[in-house]
């Protein structure tokens, strides 16, 4: 893995429509802080969201997760589709259900575009269910990406049924380690 002298800050965005969706997130979020080159430095809200693009699915749970990273982009999308595939991750139908989804929204500094990692994520502004919590977590001074964020969301306003989910808190004492 190539190590960065210096911590990069990076949104993730997480989701999760099967079995228990909240542990799932919480396992999530834990995996990646266990990480040597990965701290988990805020979390916003989780929402439970429709479906979107294929409807057929249960309800998904979504939330934004702010993170500072020594690993370089590629490295850190590797540790998230390691995460997925660990926590049984199958993928089949696009778009489909999943125990857990990890996508990199934006990593301070980086820009690149290829079929393995596309940075800032393509389609972050046309979806709600991630701007909305990645807002909650969005400094104001990080301008370009707050501007980003807010001028999506005016556009997008009302267009997918999201409520806030009250029954969540990390760090999860109660949770199990995640080595
Ligand atoms: N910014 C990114 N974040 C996550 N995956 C990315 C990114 N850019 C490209 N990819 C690639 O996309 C592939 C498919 O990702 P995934 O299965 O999570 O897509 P999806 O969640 O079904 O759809 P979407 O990409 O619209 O969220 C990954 O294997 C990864 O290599
Ligand atoms: N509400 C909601 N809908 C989705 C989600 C998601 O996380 N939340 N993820 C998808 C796969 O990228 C497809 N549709």
Known sequence: MNEMK?????????????????RSLQEALAKLDAHPGIRVAACSDVYETEPVGYTDQPQFLNMAAQVASTLAPQDLLRVMLDIELEMGRVRDVRW??????????????FEMDSPELTLPHPRMGERLFVLIPLADIVPSDNRRLHAFVHRALGTLDGKEDIRKWTRFSWPDESAPSAN
């Open 6 to 22: 210096q911590e990069a800050v990076a949104y993730i965005a997480l989701g999760a429509n099967l079995g228990d969706r909240e």
């Open 96 to 109: 489909g259900p999943r125990v857990i989804d990890l996508d990199l929204l934006y990593m301070e500094g």
